[in-house]
């Protein structure tokens, strides 16, 4: 108002001609306050109705005399998306949310307390809650990079421990996924499209934001690459393992078949076995059976079957 910065204004003030632009924010709104959005405001009604639904990739839609945008913020917790709806045209800046998001309250306070409040216009505004969103995007993001980090230098773990931990990364990345790409295709239309009132110069800091967008999706993937890689390599030496084990009792059950076989033999109790009264016959089938399995675990190290190089 007069080139100065007021807050607090009931919503009648707001179509005074003293005012050149003005920003209202819907934090939780009641039923009464929802209904400025049609009464006062004349949004349309499926603009209003994408407010309430919360499931929503961000996007723009193009209505007269404003734009309508779906922006997603995280959650650094839970890495939860909160959405943020905003109504944008040359004269004001409307947004609207459920959950109470620091961006939003950190891109007010500096609209507040900024140095130069007559310098700012609507757009200037979006430009500064979409970068603050974009930004708060990059320590979440490399929380994970460090954890996988830990995950690769570490050698005494649970594998049990290890895969757990690698897919719940994984499901940390599927989550960052769903709301970097959109956001990235969301800023390629507001830098390609001629139905938005963008200056000129302003363009190139919205082109900043895309550039940081394009960097954490191929952050996202590059991550998402080297969770696979863990997961493969998992799958592999746990096979391997398997395939060892395997082996061992394979040749452990070879050698010990003829041996139980020519056991198998003298324990049957037919009187006419002539074997049975040779005074060192005990002593000479315990030496033949040492024979038959001292010849073959060597074969199978001489084929190789052991293991050895």
């Known amino acids: 108002m007069n080139g100065q910065l007021t807050t607090n204004l009931p919503v009648e003030k707001l179509?005074?001609?003293?005012?050149?632009?003005?920003?209202?924010?819907?934090?939780?709104?009641?039923?009464?306050?929802?209904?400025?959005?049609?009464?006062?405001?004349?949004?349309?009604?499926?603009?209003?109705?994408?407010?309430?639904?919360?499931?929503?990739?961000?996007?723009?839609?193009?209505?007269?005399?404003?734009?309508?945008?779906?922006?997603?913020?995280?959650?650094?917790?839970?890495l939860r998306s909160e959405e943020v709806d905003v109504f944008l045209a040359t004269n004001y800046l409307v947004t609207f949310h459920t959950k109470k998001l620091a961006e939003l309250e950190t891109t007010w306070e500096r609209v507040v307390n900024g140095e130069n409040p007559e310098g700012l216009e609507p757009v200037k505004v979006f430009h500064l809650l979409l970068d603050k969103i974009v930004d708060n995007y990059f320590p979440i993001l490399y929380k994970i990079e460090d954890r996988l980090?830990?995950?690769?230098?570490?050698?005494?773990?649970?594998?049990?421990?290890?895969?757990?931990?690698?897919?719940?990364?994984?499901?940390?990345?599927?989550?960052?996924?769903?709301?970097?790409?959109?956001?990235?295709?969301?800023?390629?239309?507001?830098?390609?499209?001629?139905?938005?009132?963008?200056?000129?110069?302003?363009?190139?800091?919205?082109?900043?934001?895309?550039?940081h967008l394009l960097k954490l999706a191929e952050m996202v993937e590059s991550n998402r690459d080297v969770t696979s890689d863990i997961r493969d390599s998992y799958i592999s030496l746990n096979s391997n393992r398997m395939n060892n084990i395997m082996m061992t009792l394979t040749i452990i059950s070879a050698i010990f078949i003829p041996l139980t076989f020519i056991a198998g033999v003298y324990g049957m109790n037919f009187v006419n076995m002539p074997e049975l009264t040779w005074h060192y016959g005990y002593?000479?089938?315990?030496?033949?059976?040492?024979?038959?399995?001292?010849?073959?675990?060597?074969?199978?190290?001489?084929?190789?079957?052991?293991?050895?190089d």
């Open 15 to 78: 179509t005074s001609p003293d005012i050149l632009w003005y920003w209202v924010d819907f934090y939780s709104p009641t039923e009464e306050e929802t209904k400025i959005l049609s009464s006062h405001f004349k949004f349309h009604p499926l603009a209003i109705e994408d407010c309430f639904q919360f499931l929503q990739r961000p996007k723009l839609d193009y209505y007269e005399g404003y734009r309508f945008f779906v922006v997603d913020g995280l959650n650094p917790i839970t």
């Open 283 to 308: 002593y000479i089938v315990l030496l033949f059976m040492a024979g038959i399995g001292i010849s073959m675990f060597w074969w199978f190290k001489k084929k190789g079957w052991l293991g050895d």
């Open 149 to 211: 980090d830990q995950i690769q230098q570490l050698e005494q773990r649970s594998n049990r421990a290890l895969m757990n931990e690698v897919f719940d990364i994984r499901r940390d990345l599927h989550r960052l996924r769903k709301s970097v790409f959109p956001m990235r295709d969301l800023l390629y239309r507001i830098l390609n499209s001629e139905r938005i009132e963008i200056p000129k110069e302003q363009k190139m800091y919205f082109a900043d934001i895309y550039d």
